[in-house]
């Protein structure tokens, strides 16, 4: 089963509406705006699934993913299972993965795109696991990689990236200095941008999440709760539930209840006011280093998609981010912190909203990857 989808595919910028052959090496427009995804997937159908692949390719019909070099790319993504914690709640072990987190899906198939098109050597920066994830494909993929993180990045997910042989730069400030950073790089050397937020494809393989979802459970559950920093899984998430509405899977969306740092809120500042802009704050150090996003890139089009379906955004209680920790471990389950702080704000929600029916809560990062 080979794949020409990507003939279908083009970028358009969100700003100017330009529209740009996928195989650009330019990680944004010339006016500054950032590349969308033009492509329309097949009709969503179980029978379309690779079942001879046991990774996320076996989604591949619904990517607009150039040739096979997902073969020699992929380390087995993938295919987390979903385990019931109580009746009504049910926990995705997306730590699971080859790298330990969540971003190996939208690594896998970034990295795929970029070997497709002849990149040899790339810089990203990231709060430490989507940099694990470049690293670790990059490897298998003969991709030269140089990873930027904030200082107070956990030691853990910077030892790892440099097995990796990745390049480690450890930028002094927060997660958004980082990131100017390494745009700053990527201005200077000419360097092939591999960003989670900005590529495009990234959320190709982020989708899998829920392709993965209904193919496991037979249906789509009435809650998902989804951290929401840069969004690179909010947004998969989202491309994937409506493709199942236009696919007929789904007649009605879930509830999606998305989580922030209650210490860096910019997204949940901005629907109380329902602003269609982010709104401006001073993020305040949190122990969810991975939602610690001040400034998200794609934030008008998360802020899209959350009015679209009445989306609720919430915060996590950072008093009680340990405490979350410490009761998943005693039932087995050990987590970063980001992924307690997703499960302190759902233990915050069904005790001050309502109970929840048929919750999903996604186990993002491992616990070994935490200080
Ligand atoms: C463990 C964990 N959970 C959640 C997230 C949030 O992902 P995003 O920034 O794409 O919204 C991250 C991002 O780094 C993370 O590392
Ligand atoms: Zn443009």
Redesign the pocket.
């Known amino acids: 089963m080979e794949n020409r989808n990507d003939a279908l595919a083009a970028f358009r910028c969100s700003k100017c509406s330009k529209t740009e052959d996928t195989n650009t090496q330019d990680a944004t427009c010339s006016c500054g705006g950032l590349w969308m995804l033009d492509y329309c997937p097949p009709r969503f159908s179980l029978d379309l699934v690779d079942k001879s692949a046991w990774n996320i390719f076996r989604y591949r019909a619904f990517m607009p993913l150039e040739g096979a070099s997902w073969q020699e790319i992929s380390l087995g993504e993938g295919m987390t299972p979903i385990v019931s914690l109580e009746k009504n709640l049910h926990l995705k072990m997306d730590?699971f993965m080859p790298t330990l987190?969540?971003?190996d899906r939208g690594a896998a198939v970034m990295m795929a795109h970029i070997k497709n098109i002849g990149v040899t050597s790339v810089v990203q920066d990231?709060?430490?696991?989507?940099g694990n994830s470049v690293a670790a494909y990059g490897a298998k993929a003969g991709i030269d990689s140089e990873i930027f993180v904030p200082e107070g990045t956990s030691s853990k997910k910077i030892n790892m990236i440099q097995s990796h042989g990745a390049r480690i730069n450890i930028v002094p400030g927060s997660r958004d200095d980082c990131a100017k950073a390494c745009r700053e790089t990527v201005k200077k050397d000419g360097k092939y941008y591999a960003s989670?937020?900005y590529n495009p494809f990234f959320y190709e393989g982020?989708k899998t999440y829920l392709y993965e979802t209904y193919e496991q459970l037979g249906r789509i559950p009435s809650e998902i709760f989804?951290?929401?920093?840069?969004?690179?899984?909010?947004?998969g998430i989202m491309k994937a539930l409506e493709e199942f509405l236009e696919s007929g899977i789904i007649q009605e969306m879930p509830s999606i209840i998305a989580v922030q740092s209650e210490n860096c809120a910019p997204i949940y500042e901005a629907t109380k006011a329902r602003e269609k802009k982010i709104a401006s704050i001073t993020p305040v150090p949190t122990l969810?280093?991975?939602?610690a996003?001040g400034v998200?890139m794609r934030g008008e089009e998360i802020l899209e998609y959350i009015y679209r379906h009445h989306i609720e955004v919430i915060t996590a209680p950072e008093n009680r981010i340990l405490e979350a920790r410490a009761s998943l471990a005693t039932k087995g389950i050990y987590?970063?912190h980001?992924?307690a702080a997703?499960y302190a704000a759902y233990l915050k929600y069904i005790a001050t909203s309502r109970p929840l029916k048929d919750c999903l809560l996604?186990m993002?990062?491992a616990g070994l990857?935490s200080d």
């Open positions: 730590y987190s969540f971003k990231s709060s430490g696991n989507a989670h937020v982020t989804i951290p929401l920093g840069n969004g690179t899984l909010f947004i969810a280093e991975g939602i996003v998200p987590v970063e980001t992924t997703t996604p993002c990062g990857k």
